[in-house]
């Protein structure tokens, strides 16, 4: 028997983990490589001031900071929220991760169980949180809303889930079972089509430092965790509906804010989906301040049977609105 209050109690107990990185621009060029064979075109990152990759100096393409480093077995992303996205710039100076666990809840039935795991991610520059420790707080006082305390970066929540072993009558269960098929509320405005191949999951996996044999190993999926194929990263779903959003609002004006999002079915290797956004109906938001130019658009993916399978809020704002705050 599994005591989940003691787990709870030491999962929040756990101190901050700080990781340091250089903010080159590397990484980001290989993920847009690997990205080109999937998106047209416009849906992959080009900076603003016209070279055609990118570059130090330039921010960092929304979804571009999501690889990370995780080791865990059955654990499923289940959503979360990113704000912030020009907080950090590929200059190569240092930048720093602090990471904590913010809440931990169990869902479930007794013998069937599911951990949720709130994890609270603040990305900053090194000199601001150099700037922040001569303050005196600890990292566990890091303020939620950077920007009220004049530092630049990226808040992400993540909202992860962790399982307990499948039985074998459980896993050929899973393998039987039909994907329940949920319709999008909406039409897009934009979508683009793709196909993902083991490849692209593969240097996916590369690229965050991600060894889940649920990306990698056919059998392991069916064999262990009761799915039919390999399945897409959460986060790499996320990069996509950020890349198919950002070539919509071209020309616009509009850069991206913020997103919540959720998964709400697997998305599999092989496997036609399309990845879809279309504007709110009310796209206009005026602030006390009189500053505007706040837009919502709804961003989605859909299965090869046209089912929801992840779904997400985006905030847009005016380039000029963004730089500003």
């Known amino acids: 028997m599994y005591n989940f209050e003691a787990i709870k109690a030491e999962m929040l107990a756990r101190p901050p983990q700080i990781h340091i990185d250089s903010m080159y621009t590397t990484n980001s060029r290989l993920l847009t490589e690997a990205l080109a064979d999937f998106l047209p075109e ?24 999501l690889p990370s480093r995780n080791a865990f077995t059955r654990r499923m992303w289940a959503g979360g929220s990113i704000q912030g996205f020009n907080g950090l710039t590929l200059d190569g100076r240092e930048a720093v991760c602090i990471e904590r666990i913010e809440d931990v809840k169990v869902h479930g039935s007794a013998g069937s169980e599911k951990i949720y795991v709130e994890v609270l991610r603040n990305y900053l520059k090194q000199h601001d949180f150099t700037q922040w420790q001569k303050r005196g707080p600890s990292e566990l006082d890091l303020p939620i809303d950077l920007v009220e ?114 998964h709400l079915a697997p998305l599999y290797v092989d496997q036609t989906m399309r990845i879809c956004c279309a504007p709110r109906a009310s796209k206009s938001i005026e602030k006390q301040d009189g500053i505007t130019g706040r837009n919502k658009w709804d961003v989605w993916i859909e299965n090869q049977d046209g089912g929801l399978c992840v779904k997400g809020t985006v905030e847009t704002m005016k380039i000029s609105t963004v730089h500003n705050l």
């Open 42 to 65: 416009e849906c992959l990152f080009k900076p603003k001031n016209s070279k055609t990759s990118v570059c130090l100096g330039d921010t960092v393409p929304p979804g571009h900071h």
């Open 149 to 262: 305390y004049d530092l630049n970066g990226i808040i992400e929540h993540r909202t992860l889930v962790f399982m307990r072993e499948l039985s074998d009558e459980n896993k050929i269960m899973n393998l039987k079972k039909e994907q329940k098929v949920v319709k999008a509320p909406n039409n897009p405005e934009h979508s683009v089509t793709l196909q993902p191949t083991p490849t692209l999951l593969f240097h996916y996996s590369a690229l965050s430092y991600n060894a889940h044999r649920i990306h990698l190993d056919r059998s392991y999926c069916r064999e262990v965790e009761g799915y039919r194929d390999l399945l897409v990263h959460g986060p790499l779903s996320l990069t996509l509906m950020l890349s198919v959003l950002e070539s919509g609002l071209n020309g616009l004006g509009y850069e991206i804010n913020k997103i919540d999002y959720r």
